[in-house]
């Protein structure tokens, strides 16, 4: 047993008992009993083998170990070496510094293992905004607690997730945090964080997403901020999709600050397709080109807020099944213009253009860059129809209808307001036939003379129409589209008047005669 201070003597008297029973002296009992007393004190004061005192002050071992101990079973009892090296639940591995749980060779500084539903809680019980925190740090010094400044791309902490293979374990996905730049001293730590996954058939993990200390991300690349602050590629034709979960359908917002231009943009020399229903629609080429790439593709929708040089605006509408294309000018007293050009160039080429101005609208062809005209074609199904010539001229195709008309050409009414072109050839003409009428017809006219109901100061002489007509004399009549009389062929009715000569000739000749 261990003692706790008795002070014990085996004096009979002054002497010990030896000396005494050598000099003939006895055991006196005054003394024998003041001998039990300072016993009793002592192992009084000692700590009994069952447990029935308690120390007073620390015991020192003086560098020896309690052997033989139980294992602890209740708070207050000793835990054993045992206890804490055979992971029941704890290894302590004393040699690699590890600490595992419910394993007996732990791999790592902390290794957790369980077979129930396992999951490790960090809470914080303060009255401030401050939440738990999990805290991974590296430093470059070789000892602990030593501060060495890390380096550029040194991996400050890794969170790895593991599933098992049937005899060990493979990484499925990693989180990265790693240094991203050059570290200064104090208040300089560049970071980034790295995504991996695991691809099918593999057991090594591959770069997905990146985000840059200068707060770029990179889905599929490893260097995002080349060409914007969030880039996805690393595979062919990478997609981003935004699914809506109900009718609303997916909006993609692109807003910029105050003045700022929003972009859209392509790399070098690649053009921009735009698909509907996975269908290329619409093509806008490096060089600025649109196209169009469905057979009957329209425009519609309302444009009429854009502008285009800060100079027209372009608006198309629909009413009644009617499409328009409408040129607004984007001011007032300005000119709206539609131009054709027969080459990539607008200062070197030809042209024909469509403008108008608050007095005019004007059609006309030219070279640009040259300052000269062209002449104006109208063509129709694949042949020109009338030309319009540099000094004004009209020109119209040999085709063009005859109507006899001693004008150059006429304006044929009853046929759609067609200008024909006015011949005599025989080439032209069909059916043709002795004229019958003459002096009897021509006695029933009645020559007049009147003025315009659009100017009363000239007089003209003529025939009303309405008349002709009456008289019977319906080819020289030009009747409008509701079948009525309104113009008459002058020129052909020479015919009329030279028939009446003829007549009379013949009668001068047989009066003669007789």
């Not at 302590?92 to 060779?105: E, K, M, P, Q, V």
Request: aromatic share 8%; hydrophobic share 35%.
């Amino acid at each position: 047993m261990a003692w706790s201070g008795g002070t014990f003597t085996r004096a009979n008297g002054v002497t010990e008992w030896q000396d005494d029973a050598a000099l003939g002296v006895g055991i006196e009992a005054g003394l024998h009993d003041a001998q039990d007393n300072d016993l009793a004190t002592g192992i009084n004061t000692c700590l009994t083998k069952d447990g029935q005192n308690t120390p007073t002050a620390n015991l020192p071992m003086g560098g020896f170990k309690h052997t033989g101990a139980a294992a602890a079973t209740a708070n207050g009892q000793y835990i054993t070496y045992d206890q804490v090296n055979d992971a029941s639940p704890i290894k302590i591995d004393f040699a690699n510094d590890r600490l595992g749980l419910n394993t007996s060779a732990p791999a790592f500084t902390l290794d957790v293992n369980s077979t129930n539903n396992l999951g490790e809680a960090i809470a914080r019980f303060d009255n401030s905004s401050g939440g738990a925190g999990l805290f991974f740090r590296k430093s470059r010094g070789a000892a602990i607690g030593t501060n060495t400044i890390v380096s550029a791309s040194d991996t400050i902490g890794t969170i790895n997730f593991q599933g098992a293979n049937g005899t060990g374990f493979d990484t499925a996905a990693q989180i990265y945090a790693f240094v991203d730049g050059t570290p200064g001293a104090a208040t300089d730590m560049p970071g980034g964080l790295i995504f991996t996954t695991t691809p099918d058939a593999s057991a090594t993990p591959a770069e997905r997403m990146r985000i840059t200390s200068a707060g770029n991300v990179g889905i599929g690349r490893n260097n995002p901020g080349t060409y914007g602050n969030v880039e996805v590629g690393g595979v062919a034709n990478p997609t981003l999709a935004l699914l809506s979960s109900s009718g609303s359908g997916a909006i993609l917002l692109l807003q910029a600050v105050g003045t700022s231009e929003t972009r859209i943009n392509t790399n070098t020399n690649h053009p921009l397709v735009f698909y509907t229903n996975n269908t290329s629609r619409m093509t806008l080429t490096a060089a600025g080109s649109l196209t169009f790439n469905t057979a009957g593709a329209t425009i519609g929708g309302d444009l009429s807020n854009a502008t285009v040089n800060d100079r027209n605006a372009i608006m198309t509408s629909t009413a009644n099944g009617d499409t328009y294309l409408d040129l607004i000018p984007n001011g007032t007293g300005v000119i709206s213009s539609v131009s054709c050009y027969n080459n990539s160039s607008r200062t070197n080429g030809s042209y024909t253009g469509l403008a108008i101005n608050n007095t005019a609208s004007i059609l006309t062809a030219g070279r640009s860059g040259t300052g000269t005209y062209l002449p104006l074609n109208i063509y129709v199904s694949g042949s020109q129809s009338m030309g319009f010539n540099t000094d004004g001229t009209v020109q119209l195709n040999s085709n063009i209808g005859t109507t006899g008309s001693a004008a150059n050409v006429y304006v044929d009414i009853a046929d759609n307001y067609k200008l024909k072109r006015s011949t005599s050839s025989l080439q032209y003409k069909d059916n043709i036939a002795n004229y019958t009428k003459g002096l009897t017809e021509l006695l029933t006219l009645r020559p007049v003379t009147f003025t315009s109901k659009d100017d009363y100061t000239k007089f003209y002489a003529g025939f009303i129409a309405e008349e002709v007509d009456a008289a019977g004399l319906t080819e020289f009549v030009v009747y409008d589209t509701n079948g009525l009389p309104d113009a008459l062929n002058y020129a052909n009715m020479t015919s009329l008047l030279v028939k009446a000569v003829q007549e009379l000739e013949a009668r001068v000749a047989t009066l003669e005669g007789a």
